[in-house]
Nanobody, 121 residues
């Protein structure tokens, strides 16, 4: 079992930055694919960024490429999502997830509780 706790959301003006954290407990996630997803009101959940299971490859949604950066600290069992140049359309609840599948399509078996990101215009 892997327990995930995501944090770091908040209210920020357009153009600002936030860093989200996803801390894992129960089992190291060094062999898991780790993904960040988001869900805006009235929309389906979508992939944002992720690490492959071997921790080498990363993937980003086109909408965030060049603005968001995913990183990990294996010693702390934590994955981060640095979000720069935020836009109002980035407003959503952000979730981290871990699984044994592929970065973009999963499957993802473990999910954090979500953290709200609100970007004002």
């Amino acid at each position: 079992q892997v327990q995930l706790e995501d944090s770091g959301g908040g209210l920020v003006q357009a153009g600002g930055s936030l860093r989200l954290s996803c801390a894992a407990s129960g089992r190291t996630f060094s062999n898991y694919a780790i993904g960040w997803f988001r869900q805006a009101p009235g929309k389906e959940r979508e992939f944002v960024a992720g690490f492959s299971g071997n921790g080498v490859s990363t993937g980003y949604a086109n909408a965030v490429k060049g603005r968001f950066t995913i990183s990990r600290d294996n010693a702390k069992n934590t994955v981060y999502l640095q979000m720069n140049s935020l836009k109002p359309e980035d407003t959503a609840v952000y979730y981290c997830a871990a699984g044994r599948g592929t970065v973009r399509n999963g499957p993802y078996d473990y999910w954090g509780q979500g953290t709200q990101v609100t970007v004002s215009s």
